[in-house]
Structure formats: C-alpha cells, structure tokens
C-alpha cells in the first residue's frame, strides 16, 4: 500500500462487503454509517462516491447516478466520483458513458476519477484521506441535508445557525419577536431581553448579521 498513516474513514453501510473496506482496514480506522451521500468520508469536506463500471452504468439507465450527484454537491465542499473497474463500456454505449461524465464533471463540477482494481481504489481513498486530514481540514463528520416538517422548523432551524443559538433559544426568539426579520433586526439591548442570551452573544449576534462578507481564501487541493 503506498499509504501507511493511520486515518479515519467514514464508510457507508452498503460498503459493508466491499473488498476495497477489507483493504482499508488494514491502514485506517474504520467507522460504518448511514450516509445521506456518498461510500467513503475522508475529511468534513471529502465524499468519495465509488461505482464500479457495472453499477456507473446501470445508476445512468434507473437515474440514480444524478440524484446522488446533486445530494453529494449539496452536502460537501470535495466530492469526488470514483469508477472502479475496466469494462467501462460493456452495458451502454460509449457515447452514454462519456456523456455522463461529462455531466458530472461540467454540470456538478465533480472530479471524476478512475481504477482498475479493488487495491488500487484503496490506495486512492487512503492517499485523499491522508492529504485531507493532514492539511487540518478535519476529521470526517456526517451531514445530512435536514428534513423538515412544516413552516416553523425552517424557521428554527435558521435561526439555530446564529452563535450561541440553539433550537430551544431559537424558539424562545421566535416567540420573542414573531418572525426571523425581526429576530435579525433586534437591537442588542432587544436580544439580551430573552432569556440565557447576555451581552457576549448578542454582540457576536449582531456581528454575524451586520459584518461585511469576505469569502475565506480557498486552497487548491491536487488528486494524482
């Protein structure tokens, strides 16, 4: 193996047979879950979904592989699409298979990488989660896109992203001041009149809402 520092990889459960998991664990520390995208967590940013050729082109004919696309997009920051095996074209069409990734690629903007083997699809997933969490970018950590039930958890849960805020505080604002807008409107005096929110975190608060944006630098990150 060409990796030999011990990470942590998130697999997903349907991974749980995989001969690429028996080679992972031998180099890195494994957890299984249910993810919402993707077979392998390697950072909080990195999801690599794994397809062999077989299942790339059946996933194009049932429309699996786009809606799995677009949830990998919305939950993380690197998702990576990666083909395993050499019979890329055995079912459909070259035409259908460069189609689709092209796709992925130009539409989803997702690096599209390929295998040939089990191993080497190891290797690949261990040297990204080595890169991943040796530039501090995180351990692995579960998203999922959140599910909601009516008007008001929305709400909530907007407001549950300010600092300090939970969704029983965030309720408690709600009640406070009747809609988001006027939550994100309230003067600090007006925050501190709820109750468990004092000046620290009115002041950060109101910082968060007020600041001008400034997009955090982006490193770029190389896959061989």
Known sequence: MVVKTRVKIVVDHR?????????LRK???????????????????????????????????DGRLFSQLKKLVELYELPILLIEGTDLYAILPREAIIGAIAAAVSD???????????????????????????????????RVKPKFRDLSEIQEFLLAGLPGIDRKRAR?????????????SAS??????????????ARRIREVLTSKYRRRKERQSTLY
């Open 15 to 23: 991974e749980a047979n995989s001969p690429v998991l028996e080679e």
């Open 27 to 61: 180099y890195a520390e494994i957890e299984l879950a249910n993810l919402d995208a993707g077979d392998y967590l390697v950072s909080s940013r990195c999801s690599i979904e794994r397809k062999s050729c077989e299942d790339f082109a059946k996933s194009i004919v």
């Open 108 to 142: 989803f903007r997702i690096p599209v990488v390929r295998t040939k083997t089990h191993t080497e699809t190891a290797d690949l997933i261990l040297a990204i989660a080595k890169r991943e969490q040796g530039e501090h970018r995180g351990l692995p950590r579960i």
């Open 172 to 184: 408690e604002l709600l009640e406070r001041f009747g809609t988001p807008l006027a939550c994100f």
């Open 188 to 201: 600090m005096r007006e925050l501190m009149e709820v109750p468990g929110i004092g000046i620290k975190t």
